[in-house]
């Protein structure tokens, strides 16, 4: 086989795709029956500059403002090779998953923080798991084989670092192995490890990780087996509103717009607007490790064009109160306390957190119970300008490529350097840059 692909969330089909585009024949081996990964569970939101879309709706954006973007969020540290090329390749990924069918929307109505302007790209539904079925079904018109129920266990490797192949294990026990020209490791990073995350995201031990079971850290497990090169292992992306007990994303674009979060003594914590990754571990420090979104009715307007948010309403997760009293006894703070909070946020005011609010909010109030999760972990192998993994030497295996969650991320370190978007941006402009790159191997052979 030409090309093994391990894992099909959206880094394995992306490049599968782009594979299937050039002519090369390629196998997407998935542990689940169907690839469906933490893309499926994601919003599927996915960040691109200059792409057709953008262009056709007078969005004026560049390649650099969104590296500008990413590496100011991440202060400087993301790896800036890899932040260029992921940039690089998400346009043109973008622009023909277009041509092939998707039906991309760009996010309207709010900016992440961080984003310049709007370039987040998304499925009209706005989930990742009409994004994965999409793909799934465009890799398989291509005609790409895809093997459900493969849980890839073995990665052989010769004396000369030269990868040979993989071997997988099925439904009955029994590993079959298969020989490979080149290998893409797209199996996402450890967030579903529980010994990993102790060991290296000691502050998140304790927070529900949202993302996919499958993120077990196989790719980073046969990386220190072979001596490879990692980079920002303790990097993550957490979330700070993570609706519970019911479980589901409320989006950021609340705090955005002008909600708030305030903790069960009534008080508000940081400013909100610096990002929804750092938030997770702001939540997880307050008392009983949740806080309260509080937000008005332009807000649930807008919340409610979410199919999250829409399933945590569904759920019960929605409260309405008609006072700020009401307010304080749902939460069960004291009320002064929390007509002091609501009292700082005013028009024009900039509180002692150095957020500066554009409205107040107005009663009737709606609240949603939230706490701090681990969403994926940013940390992983690390890849040069085309996602060849390096050995310890710094040389890269010339046959063995890590995308998506599985590569070292562009998030800097710790979970403040995580941008909207970033996920996606690695596993859909990281799938379609080594596809570009294997491709012009092979014809080249
Ligand atoms: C709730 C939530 C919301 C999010 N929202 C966004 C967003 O809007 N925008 C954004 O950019 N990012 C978002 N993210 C992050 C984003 O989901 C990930 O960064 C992205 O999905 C990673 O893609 P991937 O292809 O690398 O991994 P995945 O989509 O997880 O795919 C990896 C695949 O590999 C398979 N696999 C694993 N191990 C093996 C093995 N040994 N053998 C065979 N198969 C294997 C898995 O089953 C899986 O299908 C969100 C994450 C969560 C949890």
């Known amino acids: 086989m030409p090309v093994c692909i391990v894992g099909g969330g959206a880094c394995g089909l992306t490049a599968a795709i782009a594979l299937r585009s050039s002519g090369c024949d390629v196998l997407v081996l998935e542990r689940d029956a169907s690839g469906t990964g933490s893309t499926a569970l994601s919003s ?25 973007d990413v590496m100011n969020k991440a202060h400087g540290h ?15 990924a973008i622009d023909a998953l277009e041509k092939m069918g998707l039906p991309f929307e760009i996010v309207d109505g709010f900016l992440y923080p961080g984003h310049s302007v709007r370039r987040m790209h998304t499925m009209p539904e706005k989930t990742g798991a009409t994004f994965m079925t999409r793909l799934a079904q465009v890799a398989q018109d291509l005609g790409a084989d895809v093997l459900g129920e493969a849980r890839v266990c073995e990665l052989w490797v010769n004396s000369n670092d030269k990868v040979l192949g993989v071997g997988y294990v099925r439904p009955d ?14 199996c996402n990073g450890f967030g579903g490890n ?22 077990d850290g196989t790719a980073i497990q046969w990386g220190r087996q072979l001596g490879l090169q990692m980079g920002d292992l303790d990097a993550y992306q957490g979330h700070g509103s993570w609706v ?13 717009e002008g909600g708030i979060q305030v903790n069960a003594l009534g008080k508000r914590f940081n400013d909100e607007t610096g990002g929804y990754s750092e938030a997770a571990m702001h939540v997880l420090n307050q008392p009983g490790s949740i806080a309260w979104n509080v937000f008005d009715a332009p807000l649930l307007t807008l919340l409610r064009t979410f199919p999250d948010f829409r399933d945590a309403e569904a759920a019960g997760a929605l409260r309405t109160v008609q006072d700020v009293p ?10 002064d306390t929390l007509l002091a909070t609501l009292h700082d946020v005013q028009a024009g005011h900039t509180d002692a957190m150095g957020r500066t609010f554009s409205r107040a909010l ?16 940013q940390g992983g192998l690390e890849v040069d300008a085309v996602c060849h993994v390096l050995k310890a030497d710094g040389q890269p295996m010339h046959n063995l490529y890590a995308a998506g969650g599985a590569a070292r991320g562009v998030s800097g370190r710790g979970a403040d350097g995580y941008l909207a978007g970033n ?10 840059l080594v596809a570009q790159d294997i491709a012009q191997q092979l014809k080249v052979a």
């Open 44 to 68: 599927g939101f996915i960040p691109a500059a200059q792409t057709r879309l953008q262009k056709a709706l007078g969005i004026e954006d560049s390649q650099q403002s969104l590296i500008d």
């Open 78 to 92: 993301a790896p800036l090779h890899l932040v260029k090329a992921y940039v690089a390749a998400v346009t043109p």
């Open 173 to 186: 026990g029994t590993i079959e192995h298969v020989a490979s020209q080149f290998v893409l490791l797209a």
């Open 194 to 215: 529980t010994e990993m995350v102790k060991e290296l995201l000691p502050e998140m031990a304790n927070a529900v990780f949202a993302g996919h079971q499958g993120n």
């Open 244 to 256: 519970t007990p019911q479980g589901a994303l409320m989006t950021w674009a609340f705090i955005m």
């Open 326 to 335: 009401a307010l304080a006894a749902l939460m069960g703070c004291d009320v």
């Open 362 to 377: 107005q009663a009737p109030y709606h609240a949603m119970k939230v706490t701090g999760a681990l969403f994926h972990t």
């Open 423 to 432: 996920g996606l941006l690695s596993a859909v402009g990281g799938g379609w």
